[in-house]
């Protein structure tokens, strides 16, 4: 048995490679992908050959190619392996850390039935995750102000999600006007572009002195920088993008220290793999919060996409994936592979 799936064969390229199948041993399921979302900020470091930086790492390393990447999917259960309880041939499912194939090979571990839900919205619930985690860590309380600085995938999901937690007003932020347009219509009450002389003095007059939580997604200096002066005294500020480099010229006296602003690291990783508590909730369990949220109506994450492509055309989304400044929000449908 054969799946097709995408490969970045070498730097800036993708192509759609068939590849054996393999089948799933104890604790594991195979999963026919219906729908997988690309994660464009990490796909393109992915892509172009970005030596991979982590925290943990004594230093970056060089990228190895071939490379795959597509960690947001949805689809059935085609195969359950020995031991498997929790999932029965048919079963409706969302996954997380998968990637880009027509049929995945995981841990049960690594998903959640999706019942009636749509395969578009599901393949969106493992990036909604991470913007999730770090609202949770920055404890919103209903009424807050808050600011999301960057409108690519997570931050618009950001939006969406502040919004259903009940945070007013919400400012989104990103010198793209297309990006503002988008985001007035995905939950941001305004939009502001981070370029404008009287940015921040708006940002602090909408929010009457300042916003209460913070979410940055740039990942730049630039964008902590420009976060940091729309906070209110004791704000809190969630590190969603990742800050790779450390290379940041921020006055942290003024803009951190006297204002007694929290810095709070958000990697989607810094979270427990069992036992869920205030703040900190295993993938798990928020995949399991998403799902609710979607079938209750709090949340419409498929709204926010923007493009939808067989994977046959992954070779043409990848090139632009590398040299498009602006990149929209792309899901691949697998159903429409031949």
Known sequence: MKSKNIVFVEPNVAKLIEEDIRTPKEDEILVKIAVSTISSGTERANLIGSKTVAWDLPEAEEAIFPRRLGYSTAGVVEQVGEGVTRFKVGDRVALWWTTHNQYVTISENNACLIDDISFEDAAIFHIATFPLAAIRKCRLEMGESAIVMGMGILGIVALQLLKAAGAAPII?????PIKREKALKCGADFALNPYDADFARKAKEITNGGAKVGIEVTGIGAGLDGILDCMAHFGRVALLGCTRDSNFNIDYYKKVHGPGITLIGAHTMARPHHES???WWTTQDDMLALKKL?????????ELIDETHSPEKATEIYTR?????????????????K
Not at 172 to 176: G, I, L, R, S
């Open 172 to 176: 989104a932020v990103d010198p793209d």
């Open 277 to 279: 508590h205030s703040g």
């Open 294 to 302: 979607t079938l209750f109506g709090r949340l419409n994450l498929s």
């Open 321 to 337: 994936l590398a040299t498009e400044k602006t990149f929209p929000l792309v899901q691949f449908d697998w159903r429409r592979l």
